[in-house]
Nanobody, 121 residues
């Protein structure tokens, strides 16, 4: 069984920063891509950023220059540093991982439960 647990969400004023963390645990053999998506109520879930096991990152255009994704492979943890936050960044942020469990030859997609980020004065 695999769990992805996010932390670090909350209420923050516009222009301030927030750092999200997501730790993967359980019967994990290896993790390929990790990342973050976000969803506003009534809208589709959208990509925020992803990062490969080798450290190659990819960002959605609205996040470029403001958000930084990183990971600690030894801890199976991915981070999202969010700077210069705007009210339109308000959403539930979901952690995502493509990983292989012990004993399985296949990679599968796993999601965290989500953490609320609210940007408001």
């Amino acid at each position: 069984q695999v769990q992805l647990v996010e932390s670090g969400g909350g209420l923050v004023q516009p222009g301030r920063s927030l750092r999200l963390s997501c730790a993967a645990s359980g019967s994990i053999s290896s993790i390929s891509t990790m990342g973050w998506y976000r969803q506003v109520s009534g809208k589709q879930r959208e990509l925020v950023a992803t990062i490969t096991s080798g450290g190659n990152s990819n960002y959605a255009d609205p996040m470029k220059g403001r958000f930084t994704i990183s990971r600690d492979n030894a801890k199976n943890t991915v981070y999202l540093q969010m700077n210069s936050l705007k009210p339109e960044d308000t959403a539930v942020y979901y952690c995502y991982a493509v990983l292989r469990t012990i004993g399985s030859p296949l990679f599968g997609s796993y999601w965290g439960q989500g953490t609320q980020v609210t940007v408001s004065s």
